[in-house]
């Protein structure tokens, strides 16, 4: 009697974790799934008869151009219908109801946007086709109040960027400005605001370090399909940003395999020397930066799953001259002997040092000894050489970046 009492007990407590671990992950999805609705478009409009009197139960079917997949709703009393949550792409819509002919319709979707496409049935035999919109096309948001621009994959793909980094094309978008050092946000300032004031989104999610203001996560460019650059008037759905949105949205795999492998190589033999190098007669820095990677998608289970992957490195070599002033060997010689056996023991003039100036007595005389503290040295020839300006190599970014080994991976 008691096993039979425990036994139930387990049991009755088993279902319970069991129904709130549902409950659970259950509005973690719905709320994770809201959340990322920012990342996909919508498609909505009015289905209507040839005399312009709208069609209830029509029913309306969208098709992903690249992966096949199928949305499908019914307009309501008033001949609207509404698909949310559409994966930016391709899409085409076919409007079908009793009576009426078959009339379709294709869009391009962009990350975040609203698109209306409002149907005119035909009747019964006939098919309407209107062709797509090419990308890129200007179109005139009615739907919400926002200004914002997309920076589409054809852009991403052929518009130069000297790090390869994505947020750079930032700055093709209009109402933004670049910020002075570039350290918060995505480097710009959108709207007048700060640039740490910036919303970054990754596929919806929020992709901020909030410790520093900046990008949280790095892509590889040839990862990121395309991104919305917002600049006013957009929705609560996009968070706490005051100044401006950055919406990217990465590749996925498709029906068909495709990819990339690539490397970038830039070479401080191919610069010329600084301005200020130039003038004082110094040595450019040397760098080596390669940038290289790969990115390959396609189906794992064709029209259901799909996979996509994408991995870069950057290996950056960088030195650049520091410039330091030792006493020259002529000055240690004019010394006492304390003077001279101390820099005998401690202060031998290291190998890879080049002199790149000498200062006289004559030259550093006036400066050094305003007062009569150092009447033995200005009583030393003024053409003795007194000090030596010398260079070597460090560590450091001569143009190319610091140096560094790092991989970025989606």
Known sequence: MRLATLWKTFTTSNRQLGLIAVTVLGLMAFSVSAFAQAENGQISGRVTDPQGAVVSGATVTATSAERQTKRTTATSGTGDYTLTALAPGKWELAVQAPAFGVAKQAVIVAVGSRNVLDFKLAVTGTTTTVEVVSEGALQVDTQSPEVSQVIGSKQVTELPTLTRNPYD????????????????????????????????LLDGAENVDTFTATVGQSIPLDAVQEFRVITNNFGAEYGRASGGIVNVLTKSGTNNFHGTVYEFNRLSAYTSNTFDNGANNLPKGKYTRNQFGYSIGGPIVKNKLFFFNSTEWQRVRSSAPAFATIPDP?????????????????????????????????????????????????????????????????????????????????
């Open 169 to 200: 094309l930032v700055s093709t978008a209009g109402n933004v400005q670049e910020q002075e050092g570039g350290a918060r946000g995505v480097g710009f300032a959108l709207n007048g605001q700060r640039s740490a004031s910036t919303g970054i």
């Open 330 to 410: 002529a000055l240690i010689a004019a010394a006492n002997a304390n003077t001279q056996a101390f820099f005998s023991a401690f202060g031998k003039k290291r190998a890879g040092l080049q002199t790149v100036k000498v200062l006289t007595v004559g030259q550093t005389a006036g400066t050094l000894c305003a007062t009569t503290a150092c009447a033995a040295f200005s009583a030393l020839p003024a053409g003795t050489p007194a000090f030596d300006v010398v260079s070597y190599a460090v560590p450091s970014d001569a143009g190319g970046g610091l140096q560094r080994t790092t991989s970025t991976r989606l």
